[in-house]
């Protein structure tokens, strides 16, 4: 249960702080989000409005927590499509829709080493089903097919600020400084908030800075990976993803806005803002199999924009952790939330639950310590 009257300010408006907002809200808080950049807002550095996105696990076998995490978001957002009875290929109000994700290997990897029918999360989806061998395309070795989610980002970030604000949430654009490291900035955002009319004291903050708590903290193991995507009008009756070993294709519909998300790269270390022409060149060729009923009577692409943003990877996964950081302005906690590299919609439900649990538990201990 939270601390009565307890003000948690989140640093972050991509979908992992807003997400988190919303669910502190849900749960009693009063929560701020103060960010260089909101929905919005066009920068290679703000992730989250460039991303493709669906439901596509990046977890492994092995990673049992982030796994948990993957599920929740799957469960919650089929919750959503189910209670507004939207048919597969029709947008909710938050921008999701239901579409059937056909996804095939072109090599053997560890993820399908004992069969697709094996992968972990197999048993987790719905209708999910083997793809014959006799009916996969050339150059497929596995396939397999089941119901996921695609997200029409634009929609649904701005969907979760109307959520904050309907809760009495607040989210502020300000730029934090980064010179004097993490202490700088939460002194900093304290003296900005009753600026902005904020008067209530701060009980915790949320650092979900993504790429930039490179500088922010600083934490040296977060890193850019580059990720170079194509938008094109008009949507595909399906998802659909080919893997090739390292390297994957993809065509993700975001049926809000009746346009298709082409891709990608992941291009880890690399800071180039600029699009390249042989990447989007790559990028087109790549998918005219997976979307032929998206080519136009010249067989191309009507393409609508070349995007590049930079997803906030950490080397060792995510970073959600509470610590207590000196500052000239006071003492205060902070949560770490941050390094979700390119599945940060699909992780954020249960990051956010993560985060939740943590704050709750340190404010649990404080209060237990105050008594003694």
């Not at 977060?222 to 993809?250: A, D, E, M, W």
Request: proline letters at 5%; a neutral charge; charged letters at 20%.
């Amino acid at each position: 249960m939270p601390v009565a009257n307890a003000h948690v300010v989140v640093i972050g408006a991509g979908v992992v702080g807003l997400q988190t907002a919303v669910t502190f809200l849900e749960n009693g808080y009063d929560v701020t989000v103060i960010a260089k950049h909101v929905p919005g807002d066009k920068s290679s550095e703000y992730t989250s409005p460039w991303a493709g996105a669906q439901w596509r696990t990046h977890s492994t076998a092995q990673d049992f927590e982030l796994q948990k995490w993957d599920l929740a978001s799957y469960t919650r957002w089929f919750q959503t499509v189910d209670e507004e009875k939207k048919k597969p290929g029709q947008a909710t109000k938050s921008g999701l829709a239901k579409f059937n994700n056909v996804v095939y290997w072109t090599e053997k990897d560890e993820e399908i080493s004992n069969g697709p029918e094996n992968v972990w999360f197999a048993s987790h989806m719905r209708s999910f089903e083997v793809i014959p061998q006799s009916s996969l395309p050339k150059g497929a070795i596995a396939g397999a097919r089941y119901d996921a989610i695609t997200i029409d980002t634009t929609v649904y970030l701005a969907y979760l600020v109307d959520r904050i604000t309907a809760l009495r949430g607040r989210v502020i654009k300000a730029e934090l400084p980064t010179t004097n490291g993490l202490a700088g900035a939460l002194a900093t955002a304290a003296r900005l908030l009753p600026v902005y009319g904020v008067n209530t004291p701060i009980s915790a903050f949320v650092n979900a800075s993504g790429i930039l708590a490179r500088e922010l903290v600083p934490d040296s193991a977060v890193h850019p990976i580059r990720g170079q995507t194509v938008l094109v009008r008009g949507v595909p009756p399906q998802l659909r993803t080919i893997i090739r070993g390292q390297g994957v294709s993809y065509v993700i519909p975001r049926a809000a806005s009746n346009s298709t998300i082409l891709g990608g790269t992941k291009q880890v270390g690399n800071w180039n803002q600029e699009p390249d022409d042989a990447t989007t060149k790559w990028i087109l060729e790549s998918c005219k199999e997976l979307a032929p009923e998206l080519l136009n009577e010249k067989g191309e692409f009507d393409v609508l924009s070349v995007n590049v943003g930079f997803r906030p990877g950490r080397t060792g996964g995510p970073r959600l952790e509470v610590e207590e950081v000196q500052t000239e302005a006071g003492r205060f906690v902070v949560c770490h939330e941050y390094g979700h590299a390119g599945a940060g919609y699909q992780l954020s439900f249960g990051s956010a639950d993560k985060t939740l649990g943590l704050l709750n538990d340190h404010f649990e201990k404080k209060l237990t310590r105050a008594k003694l």
